[in-house]
């Protein structure tokens, strides 16, 4: 069984602070230390690239790509999907496509909405990207989260019933007669290693694939504590959250990486498409 390891390509403001919260160059160097990781691994990954980081790094999401890595679009802005008018949704995506395409001369085939934020609020969203010309999206959640997540998804790879759009949700296990997120960002943070790795052996025992998501910002150890020291007002609350540890990453990346075979998103909706015919 071949899994996903998938990154949004972002950094820590735009996520956790708000989208008009401008870029730094942390970027850059926690998504160099992503690679060389990858790389020591020997893992594809696909990275769903931000628009705005594009747009200001060029040269890092060229890096991206000349390692070998699937480049796909997670939007210009980051702005949540069900926040948006379908004419604002449109036009951002749009931006993010022709911003990937100039830059790597690769027009993404793999959409994923900031924040999942592709809910029951916003599902309107799937037939304007298979308009766009998307191949896939990697969106839902199907778990009953406070934020976003649409618990009646299916848990699987499957098509969109209002247009041709393949939907690759994230990973969920199932326990007490619910969906529960486990195999990334926070919950891959601040849940024990081995409770992920279970989850994902549990996951692949049902003849699914593992989605797992990462950010490139989860590796900086010493992020928060240097933005409040350079005048960053970040709520102590999200202060401890965010920077709770992250020094345990790396290495739990290792032991599943050891663990697991991953392959490309692209190349898994690949094998799933040839399945289904």
């Given at each position: 069984m071949?899994?996903?390891?998938s990154?949004?390509?972002?950094d820590?403001?735009?996520?956790t602070?708000?989208?008009?919260?401008?870029?730094?160059?942390r970027?850059?160097?926690n998504t160099?230390?992503?690679?060389?990781?990858l790389?020591?691994?020997?893992?594809?990954?696909t990275?769903?690239?931000?628009g705005l980081?594009?747009?200001k790094?060029p040269?890092t999401?060229r890096a991206?790509?000349?390692?070998?890595?699937?480049?796909a679009?997670h939007?210009?802005g980051?702005?949540?999907?069900?926040?948006l008018?379908?004419e604002?949704?449109r036009a951002?995506v749009?931006?993010s496509i022709?911003?990937?395409?100039?830059?790597?001369?690769v027009?993404p085939r793999?959409?994923?909405?900031?924040?999942f934020?592709i809910?029951?609020?916003?599902?309107?969203?799937?037939p304007?990207?298979?308009?766009?010309?998307?191949?896939?999206?990697s969106s839902v959640?199907?778990?009953?989260?406070?934020?976003?997540?649409i618990?009646?998804?299916?848990?699987?790879?499957h098509?969109?019933?209002?247009c041709?759009?393949?939907?690759?949700?994230m990973t969920?296990?199932?326990?007490?007669?619910?969906n529960?997120?486990?195999?990334?960002?926070g919950?891959?943070?601040?849940?024990?290693?081995?409770?992920a790795?279970?989850a994902?052996r549990?996951?692949?025992?049902?003849?699914?694939?593992a989605?797992i998501?990462?950010?490139?910002y989860?590796?900086?150890?010493?992020?928060l504590?240097?933005?409040?020291a350079?005048?960053?007002?970040?709520?102590p609350?999200?202060h401890?959250?965010?920077?709770l540890?992250?020094?345990?990453?790396?290495?739990?990346?290792?032991?599943?990486?050891?663990?697991f075979?991953?392959?490309?998103?692209?190349?898994?909706?690949e094998?799933?498409?040839?399945?289904a015919?």
């Amino acid at each position: 069984m071949r899994n996903c390891f998938s990154i949004d390509l972002e950094d820590w403001g735009q996520s956790t602070l708000g989208p008009a919260t401008p870029l730094t160059d942390r970027v850059v160097r926690n998504t160099q230390r992503m690679l060389d990781l990858l790389a020591c691994q020997g893992v594809r990954a696909t990275f769903f690239v931000l628009g705005l980081v594009a747009e200001k790094f060029p040269d890092t999401v060229r890096a991206v790509h000349a390692a070998g890595h699937e480049i796909a679009s997670h939007g210009y802005g980051h702005e949540l999907v069900f926040r948006l008018t379908p004419e604002a949704f449109r036009a951002d995506v749009r931006r993010s496509i022709e911003l990937i395409e100039s830059v790597t001369g690769v027009r993404p085939r793999g959409y994923r909405a900031p924040a999942f934020s592709i809910t029951e609020r916003s599902l309107w969203a799937p037939p304007i990207l298979a308009e766009l010309g998307f191949t896939y999206s990697s969106s839902v959640f199907p778990f009953a989260g406070r934020r976003y997540g649409i618990p009646t998804a299916p848990r699987g790879i499957h098509r969109w019933d209002s247009c041709g759009l393949i939907e690759c949700p994230m990973t969920t296990a199932q326990w007490l007669g619910r969906n529960w997120p486990v195999c990334g960002g926070g919950y891959f943070r601040l849940l024990p290693g081995w409770l992920a790795r279970t989850a994902i052996r549990r996951v692949n025992a049902e003849g699914l694939p593992a989605v797992i998501y990462m950010h490139p910002y989860e590796i900086d150890v010493n992020e928060l504590r240097e933005l409040k020291a350079a005048g960053w007002a970040i709520p102590p609350k999200t202060h401890f959250m965010q920077s709770l540890f992250r020094g345990r990453i790396e290495g739990r990346l290792r032991k599943l990486f050891r663990a697991f075979e991953f392959e490309t998103m692209g190349k898994m909706i690949e094998r799933w498409t040839a399945a289904a015919a």
